[in-house]
């Protein structure tokens, strides 16, 4: 949209394992917003946003960041990587307390203890956990676990939150708080979330935008309304109607 700020940003993007298993000739994610990657298993959805995070880099092709290129292994990359970060499908938790879990990012970018612990305080009520503080990781249940996990994605506030199936194991509850949470988020802070899910309901509930992925290519982009009421690709049509198999 005219007038917004790009923050990544991927050009002539391949990604070969034994074969080609991503091509986008094209891909622009403007600040500020929900985005909603959906498509079938194996569409490379994991694959594209482990490249996005810059954790694995792609056969061929640039990322951009605020509009910088990436160097894999310069500063420029380093810079990026501080200011994202990235939520799993199985929350990967320290065996350490629920504070310490969400302290961690913050103690590694030298925030002052006080502002530590309270930060930690505000954002353990915020995902519904107040008094679990010390609550040891392996004692929480999955919902809860996730809940620690994002509210540690977020603490440093990142401009840029990668979701991978972050609520695919989830109970209705839980899935509820989360969206919750990023929508509650985005609104305040402004902090732009892709979202990776082949949940066609959770793009459709939270999304701004939804980008169709389906072998490892972009088969249509849009406003969530539009992508999910009046499809133009007929591939994209079947797999909002669940004719696709996911
Ligand atoms: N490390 C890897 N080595 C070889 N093939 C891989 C690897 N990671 C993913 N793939 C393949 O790439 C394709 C896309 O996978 P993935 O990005 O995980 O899809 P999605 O997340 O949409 O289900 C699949 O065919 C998958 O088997
Ligand atoms: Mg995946």
New binding site residues.
Partial sequence: MHGNKEILAVQNLSKV??KE??KLDKLSFQQGKIYGII??????????LRIANLLEAPTAGDIYFKGNIISMNGGTALAARREMTMVFQKPLLFRASAADNVAYGLKARNYPKDKIQERVETLLEKVGLKGFAGRNATTLSGGEAQRVALARAVAFEPSLLLL?EATANLDPSNVELIEQLIMDLNRETGMTFIM?T?NIFQAKRIAHEVVF?HE?RIVEMGETKQIFTTPQDPRTRDFVEGRMIC
């Fill in positions: 394992y034994d298993v991503l498509g079938p298993s194996g569409a490379g959805k994991s694959t594209f991978d990776v082949h992925l490892g």
